[in-house]
């Protein structure tokens, strides 16, 4: 009967261990990349719905800037609206 070829115990306990926490790495990234995915969803919901109060605000009030310390806001100065000038030749 042939002997059979091994490795120490104590590397085998090596191997293992390592092997574990490998497999529980892997676990915890893929329970990361799981909460990463619902709370990229979370911050779509509360992206639209600031971007719906924000336009409530602007029908109501116009463009304005809000200061969040006390609720006083500014309007907004939209630019002047710029005219372009076209130079017309007289035909004779």
Known sequence: MKKANKITTEQLETIVTQQ??????LT???LAESQKHA???QLADINKAV???????????GAININL????????EEPAAEVETVEVEEVN
Request: hydrophobic share 30%.
């Open 20 to 25: 574990k926490d490998l497999q529980t790495l």
């Open 28 to 30: 915890n990234i893929g």
């Open 39 to 41: 709370f990229l969803h």
């Open 51 to 61: 971007e719906d109060f924000k336009m409530e605000l602007q029908d109501q009030y």
């Open 69 to 76: 310390e006390d609720g006083s806001y500014d309007f907004i």
